[in-house]
């Protein structure tokens, strides 16, 4: 009797199990859902909150954004420490990581918590910086601490909950299983691939019910034509690419520490060198006509909704005070601006190709940029055709973002989360404690 039992008793607790899996994954999703709504709400209060400063009083930024800067880099390594930069070096990491204790130093709930927070503060200030970064550790660190629930899945948690952070923060849930794929695991899981689709679709549905549809950068019906047009794929895939190579190598070298005299101030006076560069941004600004702060997405969507031209001088100076904004220490990501800093390329180039829709050589612009900076071009083309709605332009898009990731390899080896979050896994590996900011430079950047 007893063994006859047996089976049945087992497939029921496998069953069970597989079960209490699904929810938990489902659940993770709908939270990571929500918590990617309410920073995106957020952000855009804060950010309006800024312009309505400067509108004021243009020169405010002087004063406001170094000292914001140097206020958010103190509360990042006195009481956060860990949640500075776009936050996916670290989910990286974490995902390595065996002993929970070390995961814990970059992926919980307090983290999360610092991470939001912060962000905010740093948007409020002016700073250049985005919010999907950042989702993608409050995600991480959600699904985390639900893990605790199923340990042996932690890594896949942690996976979903950051690809769910994405696909919630842009509302393209295609994007986040790419991004999942191709940048966070670098590999197919087949073990995870099901629950992974799963906490997406949870997150993104959770962001659908309570924001709405919507293009993140609004619609556009832009296509190439004839062989004129054409060559400016391999033309804004090169010069993208090759800026976002530059972007990601200047990260990647100031985090291993700037060399002489320079190096060893900043090491001993980091929130002064927060405030210089809070004091950058804010120049910055003023040469851009107060155009360079914040996420960058309210001018790009006016640009392809409205025709609302950007500077000549947007999308170098953006990229400068993105660039100040990384190396600054504070919490905050460089996906959004990135995305921004394209525009402004594809816009600049525009001027070559006459009677080519400027709108076009945006988007090209924009994949190309991303594609260098992240080099993961099937997640750059997939995200700029999820957010603008434009599949057109697919294969344009397609052949400039892997054009844009040759070019970018050129000048950096590694895509910069990557090269970044082995940082971190170096600093657990020999210290056997959490990385700690004093003893690396690499919270200036990540």
Partial sequence: MFLASFPSSRRLRLHSGRTQRRLIFLLGGVIV????VALALL???AQDAFQRLISRWRYASLVVTPLGLGIAAYLTRRFFPNSQGSGIPQAIAARHLRDQRARGTLVSIRIAIGKILLTLFGLLCGASIGREGPTVQVGASIMFAIGRLSPRRQPGLILAGASAGVAAAFNTPLAGIVF????????????TSGLLIGGIVAAG?????????????????????GPFGWLAVPVCGAVGGLLGGVFSRILIEAARGFPGVVGRAIKRHPILFAMLCGLGTAICG?????????TGYGQVRALLDHGVPLPQSFGLVK?????LAAISGIPGGIFSPSLAIGAGIGFNLSTLFPGIPFEALILLGMVSYFAGVVQAPITAFVIVTEMTGDHAMVIPLMAAAFTGYAASRLVCHEG??????????????????????????QHQVE
């Fill in 319 to 323: 990229m400068a005070a993105t660039t």
């Fill in 205 to 225: 549905l959770t962001s659908l019910a309570l924001f709405g549809d919507y293009t993140y950068f609004g619609t556009t019906s832009a296509t190439l034509q």
């Fill in 286 to 294: 003023l040469v851009s006509g107060d155009t360079i702060y914040g």
């Fill in 180 to 191: 999942g794929i191709e940048e966070m695991s670098r590999a197919y899981e087949a073990k």
């Fill in 33 to 36: 859902g929500a918590a990617a």
């Fill in 416 to 441: 910069v989360y990557h090269a970044l979050a082995k940082n971190f896994l170096a600093a657990v590996t020999a210290s056997g404690q959490p990385p700690r900011q004093e003893a690396s430079r």
């Fill in 43 to 45: 952000a855009d209060e």
